[in-house]
């Protein structure tokens, strides 16, 4: 890891807000009209212009934060939920996003205990990569 990107890691702890404004700038003034030039999901843009500012949430897979970045400034964060088992991905978004209900569960369509499993791609755990599938 470069100094640079260990800088911008260590910015999460320092000032939270800043560091999310930083690592989630592609979503800022997200609209129907450029949001496929971003490379971001269209989800992204219905949960802005659709959602009721009451709904409920579940962040199935909450990984990195980015739909709950979105709904950080739409819903009331009592409302949301998100489920990350990645135990590194789940600290992260308990730091940036310590209002919102994050829980460290995986969930599934199967009653069942099973491994959680982060790949090693060219050396490194990428974490964002995780799954429950071999």
Do not use: C
């Amino acid at each position: 890891m470069s100094l640079y990107q260990q800088l911008a890691e260590n910015l999460q702890y320092i000032s939270p807000g800043f560091y999310k404004q930083r690592y989630f700038k592609n979503l800022k003034n997200l609209t129907k009209e450029n949001f496929s030039g971003r490379n971001v999901e269209p989800e992204l843009v219905w949960i802005k212009e659709y959602l009721q500012n009451d709904a409920v949430i579940f962040d199935i897979g909450a990984n990195v934060g980015t739909f709950l970045y979105q709904f950080e400034n739409k819903l009331k964060h009592q409302n949301i939920y998100g489920f990350e088992p990645n135990k590194k991905l789940n600290i992260r978004l308990k730091r940036l996003f310590p209002s919102m209900n994050i829980s460290s569960v995986a969930l599934s369509d199967e009653n069942t205990t099973a491994e959680f499993k982060v790949p090693i791609i060219k050396g490194k755990m990428v974490a964002s990569r995780g799954t429950l599938n071999t």
